[in-house]
C-alpha cells in the first residue's frame, strides 16, 4: 500500500525566514510525486511534478526536490501570502489508466509579516 | 480554461438522509476522480473514472455511496443513508490521462 507522511504538521514561519517541509513516500513504483497548496475553503492547486530522483523544480520562492524516499519543499524567503497547507502526493507506475494520487496529510505553513 | 465545477458548494443534512454531489469536469479531460477529504487531513480517493467506466473504487463504501457519469462528462456522487462520520469535503477533479489532477473547490458536507 502506498504511504506519504509530511512533517512537521504545522510551521510558523516569519516574513523572510526560510525553511524546508519534507515528504517521505513508499510506493511500488513510482510515476510521479506531487506537490500541492490549498488553502482555506478551496481546491489543491498543482505546484509541481517530479518523476525522478535528482529532479528539481522552481517556481518564485518555492523549490522542489526529490529522492528516492522523499521530496523536499524548500521555501526562500517567505512572503505572508505563502500561508496555506501543502500537500504532497504520489502516483505510481501501476499501469494501465489508474492515475490515482495518494496524499498525505499536509503541512500547515503560516507566515506572519 | 474554466476549471472543475462542482455544487453545491455547502450542504447540511441529517443522518440516514441522502445527499447528491454534481462535478463538470475540465472540456477533454476523460479521468474525473471524487475525493473526501476529512478535516485536518489529505484527501482520500473514493472513485476514478475513465470516460464512462470506473477504474478503481477499491475504497468506495458501496454500501452507502454510489456514483455515476454517464456520457463520460459530468458525474454525480450520492450517499445514501448518510452518517456522522461522512462529514467532510468532497472534492471533484479531472484530468488529461496521468497529468496533473486539476481540483475543484468541493462540496462541504455536514451531517448532524
Known amino acids: 500500500e502506498d504511504q506519504v507522511t509530511q512533517s512537521p504538521e504545522a510551521l510558523r514561519l516569519q516574513e523572510g525566514e526560510s525553511s524546508s517541509l519534507n515528504c517521505s513516500y513508499t510506493v511500488s513504483g513510482l510515476r510521479g510525486l506531487f506537490w500541492y497548496r490549498q488553502d482555506p475553503g478551496k481546491g489543491p492547486e498543482f505546484l509541481f511534478t517530479?518523476?525522478?530522483a535528482g529532479e528539481e523544480k522552481e517556481k518564485e520562492r518555492l523549490k522542489a526536490t526529490l529522492t528516492k524516499k522523499e521530496s523536499f519543499l524548500h521555501i526562500t524567503a517567505p512572503k505572508p501570502e505563502d500561508s496555506a497547507t501543502y500537500l504532497c502526493?504520489?502516483?505510481?507506475?501501476?499501469?494501465?489508466?489508474?492515475?490515482?494520487?495518494?496524499f498525505g496529510k499536509g503541512t500547515l505553513l503560516t507566515v506572519n509579516p | 480554461e474554466a476549471g472543475v465545477a462542482q455544487s453545491p458548494r455547502y450542504k447540511i443534512i441529517e443522518k440516514r438522509q441522502s445527499v447528491a454531489f454534481w462535478c463538470n469536469p475540465i472540456?477533454?479531460?476523460?479521468?474525473l476522480y471524487w475525493y473526501q477529504q476529512i478535516l485536518g487531513q489529505g484527501p482520500k480517493l473514493l472513485i476514478q473514472f475513465q470516460n464512462n467506466g470506473v477504474v478503481d473504487d477499491s475504497q468506495l463504501p458501496k454500501d452507502r455511496f454510489s456514483a455515476e457519469r454517464l456520457k463520460g462528462v459530468d458525474s454525480t456522487l450520492k450517499i445514501q443513508p448518510a452518517k456522522l462520520e461522512d462529514s467532510a469535503v468532497y472534492l471533484c477533479?479531472?484530468?488529461?490521462?496521468?497529468?496533473?489532477?486539476?481540483f475543484g473547490n468541493g462540496t462541504r458536507l455536514t451531517v448532524t
Open positions: 502526493a504520489v502516483q505510481p507506475n501501476s499501469g494501465g489508466s489508474n492515475y490515482k494520487l495518494t
Open positions: 477533479a479531472s484530468s488529461f490521462g496521468p497529468s496533473p489532477l486539476h
Open positions: 472540456s477533454g479531460h476523460a479521468t
Open positions: 517530479l518523476y525522478s
